[in-house]
């Protein structure tokens, strides 16, 4: 009777019951794969930040005993400290041969970057300015430790130096029991920097280590400030490792530095190690393999095989991309399957009917839009587009050669140019094309203006080869020099230029003219935003905006900013398409 209980049951009430019982098993051992897995990232990360916080103590405390060996040296060389308190005569001679024993240690010590001398008579540095060489000898003053923090070049030729971060060092010197100056040791911070290479960023993700004095934050590797001041806040008190909130901090005192190396581990942040969890990922894995295996089962019999009949009909639509059934879909099974079944196919077929109908209206629809569309454009291109005087431009050049007037020929060919590119070939051509027509026009008025018009041209290489519409600078730049620059007292200075942003063209014009008067201004901006396109006034704005529109869409357009007596800048937003 129990054998048979479960099969009486609804398909829905045994599909419940058993992902019940699969999700409760498979929720524990997903719970169980958590805590192991962090349990593992976080020990496998910790060790290996207190290894590289090991590491960084040896680095520093070698370069301290270096830096402590070379500063006993020079205290000791008579020569190096006679000149901090030697009188001016006597300084010359001096200053020579400490040079020469400045060389002696720096040479044969990659590591040491700049030694420093400063006196009440002496300042001699090729890092620090007089007034950075005081504030470190009376740092000096008031420090037991011989290490002043990590200072910087304060020249300004040396602020953008790739040498950067320098750990310095000094002490004092005394003579007869006085204090007669200071000797101070830049020492480069390369060694320990290159922990924190370019290479082995990857490794320090969720890891920061820190340089901290009593009262803050002396030196950050790898983190920024306002992190670096919260974890400094979170570790005072520590002693040598504890956690905070969500980090584990490390506190290692250097003793000869006077500070401490402080190292953070974000707990958010542990990796992905996956080893030591392989054989939970099989079992949850074979649990669910089970339940799909028991899932299938019971379905199958009752919905799968009719539903799969169905499916298998649909992708079969799908495939031929056709709406048309030969046949009706018999599915078979229950009798509210086989009701789905007969729905299917009267739905289909409706939909078929449906989708001729409206094909054949979106047809009729578009082919109209588009003759509208081409009829517009070509309305607008017949007022830019010249189509005559190729002949007659072709006798005035002849006769001016006749008549040795180059400067008439020139124009006249530039002019023949024109016409001829603006009323043959491709509706779009490249820019560069469109650059090589423009400046055969601004020759022309260079021409007329002598050296009264000066152009500046602005194209990068990846924009040359754009496409854009034919005939479109040339009416903007005639624009701009007519009523922009031809009634300029002086010299006009007209910038034509183009760039690619965020996969748009970006084509300026800009000129330096007198101007647009602030209520002529506003009525061509009103003409620009409207959607209906009045191209009998301001033929060379408005038409320009009006074809870039019908073109690509309003999306793109053209866009117009002028200050009366200062100039007008003209944006055309185009599509970057090749």
Known sequence: MKKHAASHLSINTQFKILTGIVLAVFLFLILMIYHNTDRLLT?????????ITRRLENEFSLITDTAETVLMNLQAD????????????????????????????????????????????????????YGMLDKLRDALRGSDSCFLGVVNSDFYHL?????????????????????????????????VLSQFSDETAGEFIGSYYLLCEDDGVLYTFNCEK????????????????????????????????????LSALDLNHTGQDMKN????????????????????????????????????????????????????????????????????????????????????????????????QEAEISYLRSQVDPHFLYNTLEVIRRMALERDASE????????????????????????????????????????????????LYHFPEETLHLKVIKMLLQPLVENAVFHGLETKSGIGTLFVGAAIRDDRLVISIRDDGVGIPPDKLEQIRKELASEVYDTSRHVGIVNTHARIQLQYGREYGLQIESSQDEGTHITLILPAED
């Open 43 to 51: 020990q496998n990360a910790n060790n290996y930040s207190e290894l």
């Open 78 to 129: 008579s020569a190096l400290t006679s000149l901090l308190y030697a009188p001016y005569s006597g300084k010359s001679s001096l200053l020579e041969e400490a040079k020469r024993t400045i060389v002696n240690y720096t040479l044969p010590n990659p590591q040491i970057y700049s030694i420093s001398l400063v006196s009440d008579t002496v300042h001699y540095s090729s890092l620090y300015s």
């Open 159 to 191: 602020a953008e130096s790739t040498e950067t971060d320098l750990l310095t060092y000094g002490t004092l010197v005394y003579h007869d029991g006085e204090e007669a100056g200071a000797i101070i040791i830049s020492m480069r911070s390369a060694p």
């Open 226 to 261: 306002e992190l670096a001041d919260m974890l400094w806040a979170a570790s005072q008190g520590v002693s040598s490792s504890r956690i905070s909130d969500s980090y584990h901090l490390r506190v290692i005192p250097l003793a000869k530095m006077d500070c401490s190396l």
């Open 277 to 372: 969890i392989t054989m939970s990922i099989w079992g949850s894995m074979l649990l669910l393999c089970i339940y799909t295996l028991s899932l299938f089962f019971l379905l199958s019999r009752n919905m799968v095989r009719p539903l799969n009949k169905l499916f298998s009909t649909i992708q079969s639509i799908r495939t031929v991309h056709s709406r048309d059934i030969p046949e009706p879909v018999v599915l078979g099974g229950c009798r509210e399957l086989s009701a789905v079944g007969q729905e299917f196919t009267d739905m289909m077929r409706d939909i078929s009917d449906l989708n001729r109908r409206i094909f054949q209206t979106s047809t009729t629809l578009y082919e109209a839009k588009i003759q509208k």
């Open 408 to 455: 008439i020929s020139e124009i006249t060919m530039d002019i023949s140019r024109i016409f001829r590119y603006s009323t043959k070939g491709e509706p779009l051509v490249s820019l560069k094309e469109e650059l090589q027509i423009l400046e055969a026009y601004i020759h022309v008025q260079q021409c007329r203006f002598q050296k009264k018009l000066e152009v």
